[in-house]
Nanobody
Framework: VQLQAFGGGLVQAGGFLRLSCAASRRAFSNYDMAWFRQAPGKEREFVAAISGGGSRAYYVDSVKGRFTISRDNAKSTLYLQMNTLKPEDTAVYYC????????????????WGQGTLVTVSS
């Protein structure tokens, strides 16, 4: 499956962005999906994951209450709504597809998008 992430940009602290990740495959619902991010000089980290049907979501503590992961299986698209953004959210955000629900381990994801840059200014 091919993934293409988009929607990043420059936003002021306290603002919001919505990232999207379009998948090429019709069997999109068969995959658990996740967002990871990599800040400059840091390792890539888990942000959020969602089950294939979309009923279960998981978040890293630092984004709980601010970010919402969702998916539209009819459109084969994954989303990440990011509210109340902070400068520490600045990173390249990647979407990923796998078959280990709720996994926070990037090695459990088989397919990756190219990443989209989010920059939050203070």
């Amino acid at each position: 499956v091919q993934l293409q992430a988009f929607g990043g940009g420059l936003v002021q602290a306290g603002g919001f962005l919505r990232l999207s990740c379009a998948a090429s495959r019709r069997a999109f619902s068969n995959y658990d999906m996740a967002w990871f991010r990599q800040a400059p000089g840091k390792e890539r980290e888990f942000v959020a994951a969602i089950s294939g049907g979309g009923s279960r979501a998981y978040y890293v503590d630092s984004v709980k209450g601010r970010f919402t992961i969702s998916r539209d299986n009819a459109k084969s698209t994954l989303y990440l709504q990011m509210n109340t953004l902070k400068p520490e959210d600045t990173a390249v955000y990647y979407c990923a597809a796998g078959q280990y629900e709720s996994s926070r381990n990037q090695n459990d994801y088989d397919y990756w998008g190219q990443g989209t840059l989010v920059t939050v200014s203070s």
